[in-house]
């Protein structure tokens, strides 16, 4: 479905978020209201037992309930099939556990830390690879509980970046974000402050001027938004999009490639080009589904996801294409899994696929060859 002819909406006041949580879906009890299949409800209690349930309002308005496989639906409402847990399924698919040093803190590369400030989100994914922390920690914000990952980052000047995600950072009040933006700011060797969030996409009215006040200060600040399927574009979450980039944040998006939701080209060719025309939100990357426990019905092959980003490399500009990366267990990182187009080489000419599929040479001509 095309979009781009809606209008965008206007700002929301700034309470109007507290309502949409409000009236959305807060419990597991809630979606007793809801018009769910009896497997559904079967499943909801115990799989919402290992991972939380929560669906704001303008998220839960998006979803078509005369389809079963609705794409919205799909990522919010519990399902059976979490319930089966395959072997090769992890607790922690990326190893965040095995790098932190000190609580809610992971060091992974050197120039840069991950922060969890909240262990809480304003919508709550069912693929979500760190659910299992998100249940077993569970913890919200406290200054207190941020000391000792603010003194490891003012005691390693290597770090210029530091990643606010979690839980969903954008969850937090404004006058909690203010105190960890003023707080990072302080250190003087960190250069860029960026931000994980859901909520552009499922609770856009949160974006409000005071939370742009919270975040305003000396440092970049890149809001990394997590858009999976062109429907979740919606004129709220273009306001909530601009109302950032006029602030003058970089915006990139990360979405999580998933059986049955956005694994087809078209659909993510529409989403990769709404995320940049339309929201100015850059395709940064495609992850291949993690390790997470109860995902296997939502996880594709790789081969099926190479093949995806093959066609869409076809069709899309580059500034419209996302890097298809796998986030690999025991902290490996992040590495792109899509296609090389070097065929060979002998000596300094190359053998080089381009675009048509065809091969061409190239002759490298360097000064000291
Ligand atoms: S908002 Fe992010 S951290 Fe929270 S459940 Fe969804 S994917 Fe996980």
Redesign the pocket.
Known sequence: MTTHLQQPATPAPDTAWQDDIRAGVRHVRDLASLPLSAAERAAAEQAAANHKVRIPKPYLDLIDWNDPQDPIRAQVIPSPDELTVTEGELDDPIGDHAYSPVPRLTHRHADRVLLFPTYH?A???RF?F??ES?TAIGRGYTSEALEPAFAYIAAHPGIREVILT???PLSLPDKALGEIRARIEAIAHVRLLRIHT?VPVALPSRVTAGLIGALQGRLMVTVVT?FNHPREITPAAEAACRTLRQAGFVLLNQSVLLKGINDNVEVLEELCRELMYRLGAKPYYLHHGDLARGMAHRRTTIAEGQALVAALRARLSGICNPTYVIDLPDGGGKVPLGPCHVEGREGETWRIRAQDGKVRTYIEVVADF
């Open positions: 989100c919508v709550y994914c979500c760190r659910k998100l979690g839980g969903d859901r997590h």
